[in-house]
């Protein structure tokens, strides 16, 4: 069972930036890609970032494009979501995600293995 335990959450105004992160334990984190989803009131929970085993390969939803860079240190067991040029509408809770796939977690969150437990994101304007 792989526990992932998400910090780095809070307010911050539009246009600034906030760091996101998440620590993985119970598993061989390298053997998982990992990412970020998120989740608004009222709205499904939506695939924000994704990044593969060994942190090459990485893909991002349209909206946080050239905003969002998504990290790992495997050393660390830790993946991160740098957010830059933040808009009221990246408000949500953001989760973290480990998967078998990363294909299959971009297309899907039936493609999730491992959740944390979420971290509000508030964007003020």
């Known amino acids: 069972q792989v526990q992932l335990v998400e910090s780095g959450g809070g307010l911050v105004q539009a246009g600034g930036s906030l760091r996101l992160s998440c620590a993985a334990s119970g598993g061989t984190f390298t053997s998982y890609a990992m990412g970020w989803f998120r989740q608004a009131p009222g709205k499904e929970r939506e695939f924000v970032a994704g990044?593969?085993?060994?942190?090459?390969?990485?893909h991002y939803t349209a909206s946080v494009k050239g905003r969002f860079t998504i990290s790992r240190d495997n050393a660390k067991n830790t993946v991160y979501l740098q957010m830059n040029s933040l808009k009221p509408e990246d408000t949500a809770v953001y989760y973290c995600?480990?998967?078998?796939?990363?294909?299959?977690?971009?297309?899907?969150?039936?493609?999730?293995?491992?959740w944390g437990q979420g971290t509000q994101v508030t964007v003020s304007s």
């Open positions: 990044i593969g085993w060994s942190g090459g390969t990485s």
């Open positions: 995600a480990a998967s078998f796939s990363l294909g299959r977690m971009i297309l899907t969150t039936t493609g999730v293995a491992f």
